[in-house]
């Protein structure tokens, strides 16, 4: 069976970081395209960051550059998020999702992630 599990969301003070993390089993991460999402209440699910299946490059997008770093530990199939310098407009739900893209995965197209975790929630807030 083919699963993402996220874990690593709670509750932090403006400031603060947190270490997501994107938990695969039944598939081998390296060989897709992994984006972490995130959805705020009343908005439109987005990208934040992804590595490419190519080539391995990352991409951020801005509102998280310089605050945030995904990485990948093959040996034990998981991506994770590092975020840093919290703000409490990163307050959402955070989803890791996985898809065999062709294109550079900057473009963030939903629907071409085939596989998707259940979300962590991250709460900034003093």
């Known amino acids: 069976q083919l699963q993402l599990v996220e874990s690593g969301g709670g509750l932090v003070q403006p400031g603060g970081s947190l270490r997501l993390s994107c938990a695969a089993s039944?598939?081998?991460?390296?060989?897709?395209?992994i984006a972490w999402f995130r959805q705020a209440p009343g908005k439109r699910r987005e990208g934040v960051s992804c590595?490419?299946?190519?080539?391995?490059?990352?991409h951020y997008i801005d509102s998280v550059k310089g605050r945030a770093t995904i990485s990948r530990d093959n040996a034990k199939n998981t991506v994770y998020l590092q975020l840093n310098n919290l703000k409490p407009e990163d307050t959402a739900v955070y989803y890791c999702?996985?898809?065999?893209?062709?294109?550079?995965?900057?473009?963030?197209?939903?629907?071409?992630?085939?596989?998707w975790g259940q979300g962590t929630q991250v709460t900034v807030s003093s």
């Open positions: 590595i490419n299946r190519s080539d391995g490059s990352t």
């Open positions: 999702a996985t898809g065999l893209i062709s294109y550079y995965c900057s473009y963030y197209v939903l629907n071409d992630y085939d596989h």
């Open positions: 039944g598939f081998t991460l390296d060989q897709y395209s």
